[in-house]
């Protein structure tokens, strides 16, 4: 089915590896439909808890925009993110399911935008973003300039864009760019460990979490306290809250099933 990503399911985590290397996974038309085709099939999957989103080998996660390939389509920018990058990004930020960025090499222009758009970002500290759109001629897209104030401010987020310079790891974590930046050799021990705290966490309520986190910036206060009520009603009747609040009063650990 899918000819420019791997994608498979295993004891509940969805992994979706970008796999396009003779181009350092740059992002074609047909590479961002799979990646959107993928992560539906996950928000689709009841026995998916996680996903996590990387690059095959070790040198890229993604190098953004297939310049070569848009050229060649004969459709306007504006077509183009209409048509692939916008429903990409929306995919990501609207499955009610963490989305983990297994950031394993570099990722550029467009392809930082995509690890921003997850929930956690867990990084070789030899790896780097950068918001490489100016140097020809253009602004961030596919949702950057969105993330980037909400996560590093103003200021930090201009400076970043407007000089497409290199952020290695060790800078992003430290300025609130990524999760958590580490050896290249512990890359896959610390995402293995994050990735079985949330297969086994309350999947429901990381969900709604992350619903309502996404309004966080476009409502007031009053909006977000309605918001965090019909949501905690709807988790109040869960599994995992009877289950949790039982466990609690107990003084034992929870088994959450994610619904």
Do not use: W
Not at 27 to 51: F, K
Not at 150 to 175: D, H, P, W
Not at 224 to 243: G, I, T
């Amino acid at each position: 089915m899918y000819q420019n990503i791997i994608f498979g399911v295993n004891d509940g985590v969805a992994t979706i590896t970008l796999n396009r290397p003779q181009v350092y996974h740059a992002l074609s038309p047909a590479l961002i439909c799979e990646i959107t085709l993928a992560v539906e099939e996950a928000a689709n999957d009841d026995s998916v808890r996680v996903v996590v989103l990387t690059g095959e080998g070790n040198k890229a996660f993604c190098s953004g925009a297939d310049l070569k390939d848009a050229a060649e389509s004969g459709k306007t920018a504006g077509e183009i993110l209409r048509e692939y990058y916008n429903p990409m990004i929306q995919a990501i930020r609207n499955i009610p399911k963490p989305v983990i960025c297994r950031l394993n090499g570099l990722a550029v222009g467009a392809g930082s935008s995509l690890a921003l758009a997850c929930d956690v970002v867990i990084s070789s500290e030899d790896a780097y973003l950068s918001l490489l759109f100016v140097q020809i001629g253009l602004m961030p897209d596919a949702g950057a300039t969105f993330f980037l104030p909400r996560l590093i401010g103003m200021a930090k987020a201009f400076e970043l864009s407007s000089t497409g310079r290199k952020v290695y790891a060790l800078e992003a974590a430290r300025i609130g760019l990524i999760s958590k930046a580490v050896p290249g050799i512990e890359l896959d021990r610390e995402v293995n460990q994050i990735v079985a705290y949330y297969r086994s966490a309350p999947t429901m309520a990381i969900g709604a979490m992350k619903r309502v986190f996404n309004q966080s910036f476009h409502l007031n206060l009053e909006e977000m306290q309605e918001l965090e009520l019909q949501n905690q009603e709807k988790l109040f009747q869960s599994h995992d809250a009877s289950e949790g609040i039982s466990a609690f009063l107990q003084k034992k650990a929870p088994d959450f099933q994610g619904k």
